[in-house]
């Protein structure tokens, strides 16, 4: 089993910039991708970013430019930096983490609130 722990949330004006870190403990010796999802009030849940053990990242299209993913494997983290905030990042983040790349997380943390005020 794996743990994800979320930290970083919190409430930011348009245009700002959050970053937030997960940490992972347990078995993290069998993850091989890691990244963060997102629930957004109407939608579904959606994948923000994410990234492998070797540094190749994807990202969901809305963020792709003003988000970024970074992995330190050796502390077992993943962090998102998001710059040029919209009151549309306003949502729940969960990190994630997964066995194998391109298929559905298997691990999820509690998530961190992210609101973006106009």
């Known amino acids: 089993q794996v743990q994800l722990v979320e930290s970083g949330g919190g409430l930011v004006q348009a245009g700002g910039s959050l970053t937030l870190s997960c940490a992972a403990s347990g078995s993290t010796f069998s993850l091989n991708g890691m990244g963060w999802y997102r629930q957004v009030p109407g939608k579904q849940r959606e994948l923000v970013a994410a990234?492998?053990?070797?540094?190749?990242?994807i990202y969901g299209d809305s963020v792709k430019g003003r988000f970024t993913v970074s992995r330190d494997g050796a502390k077992n983290t993943v962090t998102l930096r998001m710059n040029s905030l919209k009151p549309e990042d306003t949502g729940v983040y969960y990190c994630?983490?997964?066995?194998?790349?391109?298929?559905?997380?298997?691990?999820w943390g509690q998530g961190t609130q992210v609101t973006v005020s106009s």
């Open positions: 994630i983490a997964l066995r194998e790349w391109g298929r559905e997380p298997d691990y």
């Open positions: 990234i492998t053990a070797h540094g190749t990242a």
